[in-house]
């Protein structure tokens, strides 16, 4: 999506404010949330696009999102090791001439390589654990571990692109 009109602005938002346990459902409301925190922080002066998204892992119906610490890091990824799990992401994107918010999801399943110890050590030290969910980012060093993806990689990186592309269309985004 090279040459859109975006600016990047932080929304961070509280996560832990959830009882949600349902991937798809807690993608969703998280992405949402980011679109009306960044419509809180801009006030009256919105722009015409706003999008927000967000990411989880589901490994045996437990959610993983950004790990706490380096400790929590580890667990997650020696979890992963040598298993298939489920990725989620949900975009939201508000249309400054609706004012409405609509919201797109996307799934797909990323299997990883057993991993040893040694090998997870050295992705920690990398620090790209760092804010992910699952605590790896497969457009980075961590795409070494992955044996298969079925779908998108694009949703594993947290920006499912044909949806996105999807979405901006049906809210009438001008393309040239």
Not at 48 to 75: H, M, Q, Y
Not at 146 to 152: D, E, N, P, R
Not at 157 to 172: C, I
Request: charged residues 20%.
């Amino acid at each position: 999506m090279m040459g859109l009109p975006f600016s990047i602005l932080p929304a961070n938002i509280d996560e832990s404010l959830t009882t949600q346990t349902n991937p798809l459902k807690l993608t969703q409301e998280f992405a949402v949330k980011k679109v009306e925190k960044v419509i809180e922080i801009m006030n009256n002066r919105l722009p015409k696009w706003i999008c927000g998204a967000d990411t989880v892992i589901s490994l045996n119906d437990k959610i993983f999102g950004k790990p706490a610490d380096r400790e929590e890091a580890a667990g997650m990824l020696g979890k992963l090791s040598g298993k298939q799990h489920k990725v989620v992401t949900s975009v939201a994107l508000y249309n400054g001439i609706t004012k409405k918010i609509d919201c797109t999801s996307a799934s797909c399943t990323v299997t990883f390589a057993p991993l040893s110890d040694k090998e997870i050590e050295w992705y920690l030290d990398t620090n790209e654990w760092q804010g992910v969910a699952g605590a790896y980012r497969i457009q980075e060093l961590a795409s070494c571990f992955i044996t298969q993806i079925k779908g998108s990689p694009s949703t594993v990186a947290g920006l499912p692109l044909r949806e996105f592309y999807v979405m901006l269309k049906s809210n009438g985004y001008p393309y040239a």
